[in-house]
């Protein structure tokens, strides 16, 4: 399996040069009952809502720590409402980019090493609001389930959360749907501006991406 992402490892890497800009720090707060008014201030969740292809943005609210994991409550705000997610990630993530810019076929592709659940209302916005900007079929509120992607390490250097590093991490996720073929986008994870962003690849990903969240 992993040799049939080689091509898309390396388009992840490509996808790793696109950069954050820069939100306003936050302070914390992993719970559903977190004040709005702390995501307010950030940049808005859709970088334009007219864009040819969206890059979506959460602010890290709060977060904790497991003996393999760090779990973030990221939230953002889209029309006024709260969207967010519960974004869990392995400490230790294998670098996916070799010294000579070739993708580790051994270990830069890595299943479930970052994990999305739903923090409750505002995940169910989170679907809602992707449904919005899609202008596809309401399907409802976002899955019970533990959404756990194929993820593909764009970084030439290995993770390690737990630390007091602070860098910004760029990753290729492959989630699996009910649609048939694997959603591709790519995700930034940037520790020192307390965010995460999704980008899509591709817009005709857009009802598998969905369906990835989406409860039945």
Known sequence: MKKRYAILGM????????????????????????????????????????????RFFLNI????????????????????????????????????VTASGEPDQENG???????FSSLGASSDHFVQALQDLFDLKDTGKMTASVVAPLVFSSNNEAIDLGTDKQATYSFKLFLENELGAEAEVFAVLDTYR??????????SFRPQLIAAFASN
Do not use: H, W
């Not at 953002?76 to 869990?88: A, N, W």
């Not at 592709?109 to 994990?115: D, E, K």
């Open 11 to 54: 388009i992840a890497l490509l996808g790793a040069l696109v950069g954050c800009q820069s939100p306003k720090q936050q302070g914390s707060d992993s719970t559903e009952s977190a004040n709005t008014d702390q995501v307010m201030d950030s940049r808005p969740f859709v970088n334009d809502e007219k864009a040819a292809k969206f």
């Open 109 to 115: 592709f890595v299943p479930g090493a970052i994990r």
């Open 194 to 203: 307390k965010s995460f962003e999704i980008s899509e690849k591709d817009t």
């Open 61 to 96: 609210v709060g977060e904790e720590q497991t003996d393999s994991t760090i779990i973030y409550t990221a939230k953002s705000i889209f029309r006024e409402d709260t969207v967010g997610l519960k974004i869990e990630v392995l400490k230790k993530i294998a670098a996916g």
